[in-house]
């Protein structure tokens, strides 16, 4: 969330609305029918589903990592720990550089 948008001159309608969305969404678990009828002004269907798709997979993210305790700014207990991944062969991963 951006503190102040709401209030700043700094933000056009369709940057206000989708911030309007992200804050209903993130803060209540819904859009309201005069936010949904603003984004429909600036959005397609296909563009708004898209667009609660990206937010609300931020906000799963964000849930993912607090219940399991591994928020980055170590502000709380470890619950598990990183486990690192395989090795990885810049020259088995297709379209890259060291090909």
Known sequence: MIKGWATSDKFDDTER????????L??????????????????TDE??????????TYRMHGLV?????????????????EVPGPPLNMQDVPGSREE
């Open 65 to 81: 990592l607090r219940a399991l305790h591994l928020e980055f700014d170590h502000d709380t207990t470890a619950r598990m720990e």
């Open 26 to 43: 993130i803060g209540r678990n819904l859009v309201e029918d005069a936010t949904f009828a603003a984004l429909k002004r600036h959005f």
């Open 17 to 24: 609305v989708v911030m309007a969305a992200t804050d209903e």
């Open 47 to 56: 563009q708004i589903v898209e667009l609660f798709f990206v937010i609300t």
